[in-house]
Every structure is written in C-alpha cells, then in structure tokens.
C-alpha cells in the first residue's frame, strides 16, 4: 500500500478499545499485528445526518450479517460502541483482510444509499503497540482499490481461469465461482402444529469463509437481470427436484423465492412467466411463492398485479417485509402471509415490542404474520405468544439439501427437542 498513508494513534474509541484488543492479540496466536482492524461507521453517519437513529439498528443489523457473510469462522469479531467494529482475522494478511473490511462500509453505503463514496470509507488496521498505545495505518477504500488493481495483472483479470493463489483480490473482482446450491428448512404451522411448510433459498459456498445466501449469491445482487437468472435456477433446480420426490409418493408445500425486480419489468416479468407455464398442474397445489424485495411504500396497484400472477401458479403468496407500514397495501393485495426477518442473535429484550405489533398488525388486516430468524427457545415462545401463524429458523430446523415429508410437531414436541438438544 502507499508508504505516505498516515499512522494514527489508538485515539477517541481506539483507546477505549485498547484494552480489548491487546487481550485478543495475546489470546489469539493465529492473530497477527497486521490481521486486526477497526472498521467505523463514521461515514455512513454523516451521509445519513438526521436519519441516523431511525436506521442505525437497520445498519447494524445489515453490518452484522455481512460480517457472518464475510469472514472465516475461524475470524473473531465485536461491536465496539454506536458506530465500530472490531475485526480479528485468523489467517489473512493486514492488506487482503483491509479491503474485506472495507468492502463491508461500501456493501452498506450501497445498500442503504444507493451509491459509494470510496474516498470517505475508511479502515484503521492495528500496527503495533507503542508505549502501550496502539497505532493504526488508516486507508480509503478508493486508495486501497487503487493498490489492488496495481498488483493484478489485466489477464487475470479478464482470464475465465485466473489462478486465486496468485490473485489475492480475485473474490473482489469476479464473482464467486461456487455453484449455487437450493436448501430447505422447514416451517412452524403453528396454529396446525405441523412442519408442512419447507422455505427454499440460495446457497453459495465461499472456500474459507461464511457461504453467501439468498440475493447475495447472485453474480450481480443489485443487477435485475442477475436477480432474474437466480430466480429462474431456483425454481427450475426445486421443481426437478419436487417432481422425482412427488413420483414417490412425497408431499409437503414449497415457499419458492422470487425477487420484485423479477416481476417488475416487463420482459423480465414474460420470461419467469413462461418458466412457471411450464410447471407441472400436478404440482402447483403445492407451491407458494415468497416475494423479496418490495419497495417501501408499494402501491396497492402494483403488489395486486404480482399477487395476481403469481395465484395462478401456486396456493398462495408470502411477502417478506421490513416493517408494517405496507401491510394494508399487501393485505388488499391478497397476500396471505407476511413475513418479517429477524437478524442473527435477536433476543426478545430488543425485537420482542417490534414483533408484538407487527403480528397484531398483521391479525388486524387478516394476514397471518410468520417470522423467520427464529434461533433460540425464547424467541420461539416469544414468538407464539405474540401471535405468529409460522415461525421459521434454527430452533424450528436447520437448512437441508431436500425437504422432508409433512411432519406434526406439538410444542410438548418441539420443547422436548430442545431440551434433547441441549
């Protein structure tokens, strides 16, 4: 990287993390000097202003799964105060892990803003200790793209084989390589006490690190026609695999993904309709389809013409939703179920006040409210308490390579296997 690149001591939120961290460079003997970074939300504040503490916990929320997406599971990580992350690589160099940590900033600015400004994102990478102060070398992001493009030679760049050991930015610059797998997990009935329900989703494994899942293993997540292809290899790989399990007398219902970019255009919207001519009748009484995607503030109009399209071929239509606010335009819709999306981790202490009003906004406009993200005994009950018609997550049960038969589960059923599993 640039020899001119200031060197800054651990002040403001560095020196109080100081202590954290030389206790995570002395516990860990993987972690080298150069392998642990402090990545600050400074710049998305600033660009937000005013909006900051309506959206912080979206960001962080955001931040939080990027980093399980991001990192090696041998890689440690923890939030230090309202605006930083501190990241502890296991295996990676100061310059490859720098970028990964930047990437992080600019996957939010994108997300959230819908642009980059790569001057304003920054990373302080930990150099060493001096007279007990840590100091750190602070990088742009556009500075350290720069440097990376430098040590690339343009074949690899452009060669389809482009060999990853001589190319430590090859994960940046192409897509990953992996092929997409399709993965079920089941969900709760929870009026029914069954799991007959199996959601379908994305997987990209990423060799030595956190696989990518849903949206993100799209060569191009922001790019219609890439969401286009991964929703057509979804449903194309889930029907074949259906209609063997159908021949053998198998049955449960499927909740497919398909995202609004999908629907929304035109021609995009005429070739995922002639993938779903071509389904099997037999088979439609047993999908649904789940919608990703809506805009906020979605007209009643246009969530109708996709519910519309969709009943043709299947039972009904899940929506995956952020807030309430658009549930009275999705329930004249004639969406059936509408979904929200817990983060990793969530606890009822935080999410328990958002999840009681969703559910009682969702009996109020006759939805049946389902959640997913549900890891933990408590969530579960808390979640059944509150009212949720399906519940989904890893208390419930984990994703798989195929769907299993409709299975009743009690909740004496599932206590017991909680306590069996722990």
Same mark, same amino acid.
């Given at each position: 990287?640039?020899?001119?690149? =200031? +060197?800054?001591?651990?002040? #403001? ?16 003997? +993987? ?19 005013? %909006? ?54 600019? +996957?939010?600015? %994108? ?5 980059? /400004? ?24 556009? /500075?350290?793209?720069? #440097? ?5 030679? =343009? ?90 399990? @159908? ?17 929304? *255009? ?28 809506? =805009?906020?503030?979605?007209?009643? *109009? ?25 549930? =009275? ?6 969406? @059936? ?73 009690? %909740?004496? /059923? ?9």
């Amino acid at each position: 990287m640039h020899g001119s690149a =200031p +060197q800054e001591p651990g002040g #403001g939120h560095f020196t109080e993390a100081a202590p954290k961290l030389r206790a995570i460079f002395q516990a860990q003997t +993987q972690a080298c000097a150069g392998s642990l970074h402090m990545v600050g939300l400074e710049s998305l504040h600033a660009r937000l202003g005013e %909006r900051w503490p309506l959206v912080s916990d979206r960001v962080h929320m955001l931040a939080e799964r990027l980093l399980g997406q991001m990192l090696n599971p041998k890689d440690a990580w923890f939030r230090f105060g309202e605006e930083a992350y501190v990241v502890v690589f296991s295996q990676l160099g100061r310059t490859e892990a720098g970028l990964i940590c930047a990437k992080l900033v600019e +996957q939010l600015q %994108r997300l959230l803003l819908g642009d980059v /400004d790569t001057a304003t994102v920054r990373v302080h990478s930990a150099v060493q200790e001096v007279g007990g102060e840590l100091l750190f070398h602070s990088h742009s992001l556009r /500075d350290m793209l720069m #440097g990376a493009a430098l040590q690339v030679p =343009p074949s690899q760049v452009q060669g389809a084989g482009a060999d990853k050991t001589n190319n430590p930015w090859q994960d940046f610059i192409a897509p990953a390589d992996e092929p997409v797998e399709v993965v079920y997990r089941p969900i709760w009935d929870v009026r029914k006490e069954v799991l007959s329900i199996y959601q379908v989703r994305a997987k990209r494994p990423r060799r030595g690190r956190q696989p990518l899942w849903g949206y993100d293993c799209a060569a191009d997540p922001h790019e219609p026609q890439q969401i286009l292809i991964l929703d057509l290899t979804l449903l194309r790989q889930t029907m074949e695999v259906y209609a063997e399990l @159908y021949r053998n007398q198998f049955r449960c219902f499927l909740s497919v993904p398909v995202h609004f970019e999908t629907l929304a *255009g035109p021609t995009r919207r005429r070739e995922y309709l002639a993938a779903l001519q071509a389904i099997p009748k037999e088979l439609v009484a047993f999908l649904t389809f789940q919608v990703y995607g809506l =805009p906020h503030g979605v007209p009643v *109009g246009r969530a109708t013409e996709i519910v519309t399209l969709l009943r043709q071929f299947s039972r009904v239509v899940i929506a995956t939703v952020e807030g309430s606010h658009d549930l =009275p335009a999705l329930a004249a819709a004639g969406v @059936y179920i509408a979904t929200m999306q817990l983060p990793p981790g969530a606890a009822p202490k935080r999410w328990g006040p958002e999840l009681s009003h969703f559910a009682h906004e969702a009996s109020r406009l006759r939805l049946r409210a389902g959640v997913e993200g549900v890891d933990t005994s408590l969530m579960a009950s808390y979640a059944d308490g509150a009212g949720f018609h399906y519940i989904a997550g890893d208390i419930i049960g984990t994703w798989s390579e195929v769907p299993e038969n409709a299975l009743r589960l009690t %909740r004496a /059923d599932l206590r017991a296997r909680i306590m069996a599993d722990n």
